[in-house]
């Protein structure tokens, strides 16, 4: 049997199968409304409870500033409310170069890459001056660079032409929720890691803050402790593909730790904590109630390292002396959003060598993410590519989402999929696969299952 452990009459968790990029071209239309609709079909034999639809800023803003076009949405939910099925919807703020998806490219709004022309500072930037186009920097959030308006701003419009377009869809219901995206990938993080700048795991990335209105900010922080020589980057903190003993940084007993160190790891992740609060508190007004969701990566590589630096330079300061998810949880406590995390563990591991030299450890970081959260009190909703190489995999999503020993009995709000692409995989895994929503659902296999 591929589950051993028996879980009936467990919580009932809501499955939720991302549907693939590529299904809305970039003039925002349905490319293939039947292909749609037979995935849909499918989803649906296996009963998964909903889908995961990204909406894409690049699409429905694309050529001129304020002009929204959502037709190709709502056609789309139109055809997923044919089939009952409830919708995650994911407001997409970022490109999707860096996302695994093939051929589907999706870059920022055209008139966004106008800007860029002229300045190119509205964009991340590492230590060598190479800008990151898949995001816009945090260091524009209050300036007004994006013809006329903040970053902050263009985020609130795009925010409130969904809720004003498909208000009725989420009064009916089969709105279920909304993810905001917050950063690279649509996670709340720096594009630390991107392979368009060379990185490959497990490379510690880089910091992203030499635009010019990042180091503003990093003045100014400078000068209010009285420290102006502060106001500056670290300078031995390696590159992209360093490994953290390489540096002189984030090796153990590094500069991470001195009082410069601290100073400049508390200020960069405090640009991630205010960005999440701007767009949260306009969220909140834009929904009106909704159930806003907020994805934070799983950066598990160099964790059982000292500095724990992929994470550092990723924006949340974890180290093995302080604890760098908390004061983000509790930010979003107060804003009452769910979290959702991106769950990794072995059955991604594709270069075990690679993961023990990299003192990789994802099932620790998990578990510290997961504990912190709902420390915090905060719903937990977890996502997963869902490999289908064999039943091990789900069965350490299942524990992960509801864990048998814990004593206040928490388990996940939901549970989302990216699909495999290949026909000859996804047919494989169909049998698995409803076994699996099954045991999420808390029901019992048929015979023959499993």
Same mark, same amino acid.
């Given at each position: ?30 490319? %293939? ?87 190119? %500072? ?39 032409? @969904? ?47 030499? %635009? ?37 940084? @984030? ?109 990789? %450890? ?89």
């Amino acid at each position: 049997m591929l589950f051993p452990d028996d879980y009936t009459k467990t919580p009932y968790i809501p499955v939720y199968a991302s549907l693939p990029m590529g299904i809305i071209n970039s003039h925002c239309q349905l490319v %293939d409304p039947e292909s749609v609709r037979a995935e849909l079909r499918q989803l649906k034999s296996l009963n998964v409870d909903g889908v995961v639809v990204d909406c894409w800023w690049g699409i429905v803003e694309a050529w001129t500033p304020r002009k929204y076009e959502w037709s190709g949405y709502r056609d789309l939910f139109g055809i997923i409310k044919e089939f009952k099925l409830k919708v995650q919807v994911v407001l997409s703020f970022h490109g999707s170069g860096e996302t695994g998806s093939g051929d589907v490219l999706i870059s920022l709004p055209k008139w966004i890459m106008e800007i860029a022309k002229e300045n190119q %500072d509205i964009f991340f930037t590492d230590r060598e001056g190479r800008r990151n186009t898949e995001c816009l920097s945090w260091g524009i959030d209050k300036e007004r660079v994006l013809r006329g308006r903040t970053g902050i701003e263009v985020c609130f419009d795009f925010m409130r032409s @969904f809720h004003m377009e498909f208000r009725n869809l989420s009064e009916e219901g089969l709105v279920s929720s909304i993810e905001i995206g917050l950063g690279a990938s649509g996670e709340l993080r720096y594009p630390s890691c991107p392979e368009t700048m060379g990185w490959k795991y497990p490379g510690i990335g880089e910091f992203q803050c030499y %635009d010019r209105y990042m180091q503003k900010n990093l003045r100014q922080s400078a000068l209010s402790r009285g420290h102006l020589f502060w106001a500056r980057g670290p300078d031995n903190a390696g590159y992209y593909n360093s490994r953290p003993h390489e540096t002189g940084f @984030f090796c153990d007993g590094g500069d991470y730790d001195s009082y410069y160190g601290r100073f400049f790891l508390n200020w960069y992740s405090g640009v991630l904590m205010d960005h999440v609060d701007q767009v949260l508190s306009l969220a909140t007004l834009a929904f009106d109630g909704a159930e806003i969701v907020v994805k934070v990566p799983s950066i598990y590589w160099w964790y059982r390292t000292a500095s724990h630096a992929a994470e550092l330079t990723a924006g949340f300061y974890n180290t093995t002396n302080r604890d760098g998810y908390s004061p983000v949880f509790r930010m979003l406590k107060k804003h009452s959003v769910i979290l959702k995390l991106v769950c990794y563990g072995p059955e991604y591991t594709v270069h075990e060598k690679d993961d023990d030299e990299a003192f990789a %450890d994802p099932e620790g970081l998990t578990w510290q993410v997961i504990n912190a959260a709902w420390d915090q009190g905060l719903p937990l909703c977890i996502e997963s590519a869902l490999p289908c190489r064999n039943g091990e995999a789900y069965s350490r999503i299942l524990d992960t989402a509801k864990p048998r020993d814990d004593p206040d009995r928490h388990h996940a709000a939901s549970f989302a999929y990216r699909q495999q692409q290949q026909p000859p995989l996804r047919e494989a895994c169909l049998s698995e696969l409803c076994t699996f929503v099954k045991c999420m659902h808390g029901e019992a296999p048929q015979n023959g299952e499993g």
